[in-house]
């Protein structure tokens, strides 16, 4: 009986022992054996943000909306989980055509993400309501107007690089002019850090579609009912502040119907924009 009880404590006495071991190794980083846990979920987190900008011309899709003027902007944003909502607003001209001063935008949505084989894709599937406050449009020409969008962007090659894609679905385009596509391709390369700036070099190539039995035409004799524009530039990030370069041209080359009040709105030009994001 004295040799068995003698056994059993030298087994606990060595179990005990590489227990304590165990728990150093464990300790110093060492334990192979056993997974990490997972990182506590932190479930969905409720998100604002407010931003400002100026502009030496607000360009949309191409075409100058402030007659090459310069304009103010600026926007909030507020997200809870994959959702998202937000109002944007800036300083219009469009040569009289609507006597339009200011463009407010409204949106929401949905951006899940996919973590795919080759790398994680930010999905957003919205909606946009276009809006010209104080508009006195002609009859039929009601510059309002609806937007469904459906987009990704994807590092694949390498982290700093990003490329997606957009296509937007208006059912009645901008001044009553029927069903309109949209489809943008974008590209961006984020450089290394320069003094206090990150740079971001982009490009995106667009394409309009619209029907020139609903009075969408893109030149002076009706004929043409889609149009081409493009934009490259350089962005420099410090901290919450934003200065952007950019050049943005169309293939529209200076004949302008209702989709330039004058053609002069379709011409290439270069941009600069500064904008402040809080938080």
Known sequence: MDALRKLVTSCCGVGIALCALSGAASADGYEIYEAPPPPADEGRKFTWSFNIAGTSDYVFRGI????????????????????????WASK?????????????????????????????????????YYSYPGANPAPNANPNYWEFKAAYDWSVLHPSLTTGSRVYYSPEYFAETGPVWTLETFGAWTMPKVAIFTPVLDGTLGWQKGDKNDGYFVNVNGTDDEYYYWNVGLALGVENLTFDFRYWDTNINGDAANICATPALCDGRFVFAVKLAVP
């Open 92 to 128: 219009v001209d469009f040569d009289g055509a609507p006597p339009a001063n200011a463009e407010v935008d409204w949106y929401g949505g949905i951006k899940p993400t996919w973590n795919s084989p080759l790398g994680e894709m930010n999905i957003d599937l919205g909606v946009i």
């Open 64 to 87: 100058s909306q402030s007659s090459g003027d310069p304009a103010l902007q600026g926007g909030a944003d507020v997200g809870y989980g994959i959702f998202y909502a937000g109002v």
